[in-house]
T-cell receptor
């Protein structure tokens, strides 16, 4: 089944403790992206990647890092999480050919 | 990237057509109109997209005005499961270029009533 898999689904952590949210897709998509969703602010793009080793900032990149060493994986790294990064995070992927974004199920992150 | 304007909420009776409007008056010539929906806090789901011509698939129809400044998503026979937030987005024709900065906004909360 074609899918985008995020882990973990829920995560509670404390300020300053480094964490990684994983994202993997099995559709051989070139394009992958991370979004965060907050009440009243909609979905905002954090980072995106057009292919392996090619990444770029979205609208809200501060406090986040990403890497794209393999085509299928696009982890989101919070080196020193802060409470304002408490949010619902979504990973998405697409092929430029079909232009449809496929989203993961989301990761609810709480930073205390 | 062009911005979109959608009503914050709409209601529709089950079995009737749901017509969701979207204004995108600053859309540029190579930008597509995309529609996604999000049920509760699940990942958004692609519905349909188009450039100039009207489009139809198994989920919905997309009507784009001739000047491309607005569009309407039509769910022909709404069901309770269509209750969701619907997002209208404009962006580049190839996701990964200008389309990589797709801006979702707050969308329209569609409630389908029995």
């Amino acid at each position: 089944e074609a899918q985008v898999t995020q882990n973990p689904r829920y995560l509670i952590t404390v300020t300053g403790k480094k964490l990684t949210v994983t994202c993997s897709q099995n559709m051989n998509h070139e394009y992958m992206s991370w979004y965060r969703q907050d009440p009243g602010l909609g979905l905002r793009q954090i980072y995106y990647s057009m292919n392996v080793e090619v990444t770029d900032k979205g609208d809200v990149p501060e406090g986040y890092k990403v890497s794209r060493k393999e085509k299928r994986n696009f982890p989101l790294i919070l080196e020193s999480p802060s409470p304002n990064q408490t949010s619902l995070y979504f990973c998405a992927s697409s092929s430029p050919v079909n232009e449809k974004l496929f989203f993961g199920s989301g990761t609810q992150l709480s930073v205390l | 990237d062009a911005k979109t304007t959608q009503p914050p909420s709409m209601d529709c009776a089950e079995g009737r057509a749901a017509n969701l409007p979207c204004n995108h008056s600053t859309i540029s010539g190579n930008e597509y109109v995309y529609w996604y929906r999000q049920i509760h806090s699940q990942g958004p789901q692609y519905i349909i997209h188009g450039l100039k011509n009207n489009e139809t698939n198994e989920m919905a129809s997309l009507i784009i005005t001739e000047d491309r400044k607005s569009s309407t998503l039509i769910l022909p026979h709404a069901t309770l499961r269509d209750t969701a937030v619907y997002y209208c987005i404009v962006g580049g024709g190839v996701v990964g270029t200008s389309g990589s900065r797709l801006t979702f906004g707050e969308g329209t909360q569609l409630t389908v009533n029995p």
